[in-house]
């Protein structure tokens, strides 16, 4: 490929993001980012792919400027997210159609080889520094006790990684998905949402209220659509705290360790 790269139209903490050809972008990775990563991420998005999720298209693996990138699809709209803080009087429907998505994925098989979500959510909280000790045994106890599950599951399913194109709303962001329980994954989105609104992630009082009705209806409709099973759910929420404790993002940790402790 000899097309030349303008400047990038955004950045992230692994890669730049360039206009590539006329309807596609090339995520173009930094050179500290080891290409066996960027080889998985391929192979899962061309997984999830073929599942006829609405995902980005993605295209080639290329070598550009001595650094490797993906060729994916450019989806012309903005995040699910942003939408809703520009639109705060359609939270039900936004809320509605973001449980409609995480249940069809759920419902998705998929053919590929991909983590175990059980094996990762041990794997982040024995990495979990802050949690205590005798908490971290209880946690452990408990994700022994929960059904594993097969199903495809996000990893990181939230408003900010569902774009809202032209007709279609496009999920985004799979590099942390996982073969595993679809209550496990339901339970991660919950503990992003509220972890935002429970912490000063989210600093304006009106906005917290918005996206807690906005979890209240999602958290409904999702269970209208999938009846039942509320109270697994329930007790995968300690568990998927104490993992994400292993992100260190400093002002989740207080409500993180208070979440994890309430394991049964």
Not at 40 to 53: F, V
Not at 119 to 146: D, F, G, H, S
Not at 235 to 240: A, D, K, N
Request: charge should be neutral.
């Amino acid at each position: 490929m000899n097309e030349e790269l303008a400047e990038p139209i955004a950045y992230g903490r692994t890669a730049e993001i360039y206009a590539w050809q006329d309807d596609k972008v090339l995520k173009l990775f930094y050179d500290w980012y080891e290409l066996k990563d960027i080889k998985y991420e391929w192979q899962i998005s061309k997984a999830i792919q073929a599942t006829g999720l609405p995902v980005p298209f993605v295209g080639e693996l290329i070598r550009k400027r001595d650094r490797y990138g993906l060729v994916y699809e450019r989806i012309q709209g903005v995040s699910m997210l942003e939408k809703l803080l520009n639109k705060p009087w359609n939270v039900f429907y936004f809320a509605q159609q973001m449980a409609g998505l995480h249940v069809e994925m759920h419902a998705s098989a998929i053919q590929a080889d991909i983590p175990k979500q059980r094996k990762k959510l041990k794997n982040k909280i024995n990495k979990a520094e802050a949690l205590p000790a005798e908490t971290q045994i209880k946690v452990l106890a408990e994700l022994e006790k929960m059904p594993e599950g097969s199903r495809l599951c996000h990893g990181d399913f939230h408003p900010g990684n569902i774009m809202m194109a032209k007709k279609d709303a496009v999920i985004i962001d799979w590099i942390d998905s996982a073969l595993g329980n679809p209550l496990a994954d339901l339970a991660r989105t919950s503990t992003i949402i509220l972890g935002s609104i429970e912490t000063d992630q989210i600093q304006n009082a009106w906005m917290k209220i918005l996206v807690r009705i906005f979890h209240r209806v999602y958290l409904r409709h999702y269970f209208s659509l999938h009846p039942g099973r509320s109270r697994e759910y329930q007790r995968w929420l300690p568990i998927v705290a104490a993992a994400r404790l292993s992100e260190n993002i400093a002002e989740l940790e207080k409500w993180l360790i208070s979440q994890a402790e309430m394991v049964s």
